[in-house]
């Protein structure tokens, strides 16, 4: 049967490649770090890493990985069940409850993924006589977590509040019995932030609940590093936030819905990503509570981490490249052509910097770009010799 098939999965492959739009996947042999060794798929040796979301540099931590091997001892490896049956423990009411407080919310639960999480919200409080208003440039996850509700759909163009408010009228008209209104806290393609505080200002107007993916902020925006609502002062405005353990809490995996009372205890009953998939493993649950405990006195490593996008920012702009304004440290080098930011990606790689070409479909056509992450992690020379090489980089693709 395959056979049929095989040609015309090839066509696309080739495709794919001559549009420039080929992802080949870089293999490292070493921990996450500020410096990676490259083994296979480019550059052999080691390199600066400006891709990973290790925004606070704790994904090698020395105390995190003592708390992991820890936990293994004392856990296990792996729970072989899902949550309702024989596959919670104490380790992770723990940081169920810890990441409730650490975000200002009621209570928690936790998902193998935060792509889970997001699959898993809407069509569990949603049903065909509701509406979730999303903003245009959510996540992937968000997108298919709404395609798996009945809802009525309605999409607001980027951060644009008049055109969300023309939604959530339209919804009102409608006769819609709920409103959700969904959006990233940070939009991971472009670094922007959510104007959360307006949003929650029309979320009342119009009688909706408001729900943020905050994966791209928990950890490192605002003041403690609760994220994008406490950056904006709406801790207590926003009713359900989504995030990851992949990303600035230590890199490894995991996500969670944290939310009001009532909500979390319907997804524990219904939703199907958390009823269906294997339990968190207990280690990466034991090693995320070091994280939180970490988190308590960062303020050094979120402060670093700023130092670093300013000076990252900066010096690009003075370099006179196309860099997409804001303060975070999601910074995208705009470059347009899809084969020449993936061309520029390697040329960045030879130079000792590794960094990857984002093209369609994970932006829209014409708008490829290299998206540099910055991290605690890395020097202030780190940072300068990434400059550095990117000028020289362009020298080479020009000549």
């Known amino acids: 049967m395959f056979d049929s098939v095989r040609d015309d999965i090839r066509a696309t492959l080739e495709e794919i490649r001559e549009a420039g739009l080929h992802k080949p996947e870089r293999v490292i042999g070493t921990p996450q770090s500020a410096t990676v060794a490259v083994t296979s798929g480019g550059r052999p040796g080691e390199v600066l890493n400006f891709c990973a979301n290790n ?66 919200v809407f069509e569990t409080i949603l049903g ?7 903003d245009a440039l959510n996540h992937a996850s968000i997108i298919d977590g709404i395609r798996l509700s009945k809802a009525r759909r309605f999409r607001y163009a ?32 472009d670094g922007y932030v ?48 989504t995030g990851t353990l992949g990303k600035a809490l230590g890199g490894a995996s995991g996500g969670y819905v944290a939310a009001r009372a009532e909500i979390v205890a319907l997804l524990r009953q219904r939703s199907r990503p958390y009823l ?6 207990p280690v990466i649950a034991a090693a995320s509570l070091k994280v939180l405990d970490l988190l308590e006195s960062a303020g050094d490593l979120r402060d670093r981490l700023n130092a670093n996008t300013a000076l990252f920012r900066s010096r690009m702009t003075e370099e006179g490249f196309d860099i997409l304004p804001g303060d975070h440290a999601i910074a995208p080098v705009m470059i347009g052509d899809a084969a020449v930011a993936g061309r520029m990606a390697e040329l960045l790689l030879e ?18 770009r290299i998206r540099v992450q910055l991290s605690a992690a890395h020097s202030t020379e780190d940072v300068n010799r990434a400059v550095d090489a990117f000028v020289e980089a362009r020298a080479a693709l020009e000549g």
């Open 55 to 120: 925004y606070l540099g704790l994904a090698d931590n020395p105390e995190i990985v003592t708390a992991a091997h820890a936990a293994l001892d004392r856990w296990g490896y792996g729970m072989a069940s899902v949550r309702f049956i024989c596959g919670t423990q104490e380790v992770h009411k723990e940081l169920e409850a810890r990441l409730s407080s650490f975000l200002g919310q009621e209570d928690t639960i936790l998902y193998s993924s935060c792509f889970d999480a997001n699959g898993g």
């Open 128 to 134: 065909a006589e509701d509406a979730v208003i999303s």
């Open 158 to 189: 980027n951060r644009d509040m008049a055109d969300l408010e023309q939604q959530l009228k339209e919804a009102t008209e409608g006769g819609a019995r709920r409103k959700l209104i969904v959006t990233d806290g940070v939009f991971s393609m």
């Open 194 to 241: 959510a104007p959360l505080a307006d949003i929650c200002d029309l979320a009342e107007r119009y009688d909706a609940m408001v729900m943020v993916d905050d994966s791209h902020a928990v950890g490192f925006v605002g003041p403690g590093g609760r994220g994008t609502p406490e950056l904006h002062g709406v801790m207590d405005r926003v009713d359900i936030i």
């Open 276 to 281: 269906f998939s294997n339990t968190l493993a």
């Open 351 to 368: 130079r000792g910097v590794y960094v990857i070409g984002f093209s369609y479909p994970v932006v829209p056509q014409g708008q490829a």
